[in-house]
């Protein structure tokens, strides 16, 4: 089975303030995207890794890595478009060449704190199933809306939060981005595609500590993490 992953790094990140893209902001001494490779190279040397990236921030990258310990590791990078659903494809098109029982991986370069056991996770699921989808419990009570002023209960047992990396056949995923309509508000991630296709994704457990960082706290909240291993 080979491996592959694109990590998705192509937003703007405006919401964390500074003056680059959160993905590409020093977290803990090194740019945050980084953290995200490290880990996927850590589980495992030999997963081909595809960074899809704002084109404007192409360059930047190049020097980023250039200027790290993992300037002798060889990565492609691509332009991403102007969608997750869009960049996504555009950073399969990158995987040409990849052998039929390729798994492929989609993770956001905003999760930093993605470690190789669930990474581990997550191939060893998707190796028995259409896709596999890491998940956390809800630890909060929550409420359905039922108009603008009124709500009730719900159950969060029945809900999960929804994490990546998400994995799937390379081949599966292709057909399913070929046939997706990107306009679709109902596609919000990979594992909806997948399922739009007619296809089942499984879930696997995620970690409450594969957080998305999008502002100041989440970044305080991220540095408080690694420092304390």
């Given amino acids: 089975m080979k491996k592959a992953v694109l990590i998705l790094a192509?937003?703007?990140?405006?919401?964390?303030?500074?003056?680059?893209?959160?993905?590409?902001?020093?977290?803990?001494?090194?740019?945050?995207?980084l953290h995200s490779i490290e880990?996927?190279?850590?589980?495992?040397?030999?997963?081909?890794?595809?960074?899809?990236?704002?084109?404007d921030w192409i360059d930047d990258l190049h020097q980023m890595l250039n200027d790290s310990p993992l300037h002798s590791c060889a990565f492609t990078i691509t332009a991403g478009g102007s969608s997750r659903l869009e960049s996504v494809s555009r950073g399969?098109?990158?995987l040409q060449g990849m052998a039929e029982d390729t798994l492929v991986a989609?993770?956001?370069?905003?999760?930093?704190?993605?470690?190789?056991?669930?990474?581990?996770?997550?191939?060893?699921c998707a190796a028995?199933?259409?896709?596999?989808?890491?998940?956390?419990?809800?630890?909060?009570?929550?409420?359905?809306?039922t108009?603008?002023?009124?709500?009730?209960?719900?159950?969060?047992a029945d809900f999960c939060l929804?994490?990546?990396?998400?994995?799937?056949?390379?081949?599966?995923?292709?057909?399913?981005y070929t046939a997706a309509d990107f306009a679709d508000p109902a596609l919000t991630d990979d594992a909806s595609v997948v399922e739009r296709f007619g296809r089942k994704v499984s879930l696997y457990p995620g970690d409450p500590a594969n957080m998305k960082v999008t502002n100041h706290i989440d970044f305080a909240i991220a540095e408080a993490l690694i420092a304390n291993g």
Avoid: C, N, Y
Avoid at 11 to 30: C, W
Avoid at 39 to 55: G, K, M, Q, W
Avoid at 147 to 156: G, L
């Fill in 106 to 124: 989609v993770h956001d370069a905003a999760r930093p704190m993605v470690s190789p056991e669930l990474i581990a996770r997550g191939w060893a």
């Fill in 147 to 156: 108009s603008d002023t009124e709500s009730e209960a719900a159950d969060r």
């Fill in 92 to 94: 399969l098109a990158a």
């Fill in 10 to 33: 192509g937003g703007s990140g405006t919401r964390a303030g500074g003056d680059k893209p959160k993905q590409f902001q020093p977290l803990a001494g090194k740019p945050m995207i």
């Fill in 162 to 176: 929804v994490q990546t990396p998400q994995v799937f056949p390379l081949p599966l995923l292709r057909e399913a």
């Fill in 39 to 55: 880990a996927f190279i850590s589980e495992d040397a030999d997963t081909r890794i595809v960074l899809v990236v704002h084109p």
């Fill in 128 to 145: 028995e199933a259409d896709g596999a989808v890491p998940v956390v419990p809800l630890s909060d009570s929550i409420r359905h809306r």
